[in-house]
């Protein structure tokens, strides 16, 4: 079983930047790929960016690429996200998810492949 607790989500303005935290709990976290997810409202969830357990796989939707930055620091149990350039558009609550070993990331909706989530961090971009 893993635990993941989101946090860093906030308002900010258009342009501006967030680093999303994800803290996980229970064994084993480096064995795990982890991805972002988010859900706008009326909208279903989809995938952000993702990172494989070993690290050496990192995924993004074509939307934040270049914007978004997904990193791990397995010593902490956490996975991170930077957001720049944030848009309007951004504005979610994102979640972070853990597959055991996977390599890739994301599977298929509706749960991507995914066996854990969080409860979400909610992100709003002011225009």
């Known amino acids: 079983q893993v635990q993941l607790v989101e946090s860093g989500g906030g308002l900010v303005q258009a342009g501006g930047s967030l680093r999303l935290s994800c803290a996980a709990s229970?064994?084993?976290?480096?064995?795990?790929?982890l991805g972002w997810f988010r859900q706008a409202p009326g909208k279903e969830r989809e995938f952000v960016a993702g990172i494989s357990w070993s690290g050496g796989g990192l995924y993004y939707a074509d939307s934040v690429k270049g914007r978004f930055t997904i990193s791990r620091d397995n010593a902490k149990s956490t996975v991170y996200l930077q957001m720049n350039g944030l848009k309007p558009e951004d504005t979610a609550v994102y979640y972070c998810a853990a597959a055991y070993g996977r390599a890739v990331v994301p599977g298929l909706p509706p749960d991507y492949g995914m066996e854990y989530w969080g409860k979400g961090t909610l992100v709003t971009v002011s225009s």
């Open positions: 229970g064994r084993s976290f480096s064995s795990y790929a």
